[in-house]
């Protein structure tokens, strides 16, 4: 899908919590699962920007590793803050998307926009 930037913006960071939390990984590894999921405009800065401010507000566990191809990788993982941090954001995705389907079905049940 192209060109959905601007409504991913908000959504992005949960998106990232979402993966830590299933494992430990690294920025590049990150963005790949993103454009695997079919958001092929993501790019690494953005997860590099998203990464540094889950770190900054501490809601991930880093440990750095020697990488074969450069400098050292900083590896995430979720830790109790993220997690709580994740339910949080799961619960207003559930909410939010809860009623735009519902608006969407009523738009549709009634043949035009309320």
Request: net charge neutral; aromatic share 8%.
């Amino acid at each position: 899908m192209e060109n959905i930037t601007e409504m991913l913006k908000g959504v992005l960071e949960g998106c990232v919590l979402e993966i830590i939390s299933r494992g430990e990984t690294y920025g590049y590894e990150i963005t790949q699962q993103l454009r695997e999921l079919g958001f092929t405009d993501v790019v690494e800065g953005t997860v590099y920007t998203i990464t540094m401010r889950l770190e900054k507000n501490n809601l991930v566990n880093i440990e750095k590793k020697p990488s074969t191809m450069g400098p050292p990788r900083k590896f995430y993982t979720l830790n109790a803050a993220g997690q709580e941090h994740l339910e949080t954001f799961w619960k207003k995705w559930d909410f939010v998307s809860s009623k735009i389907n519902e608006l969407k079905t009523k738009i549709k049940s009634k043949g035009e926009v309320i």
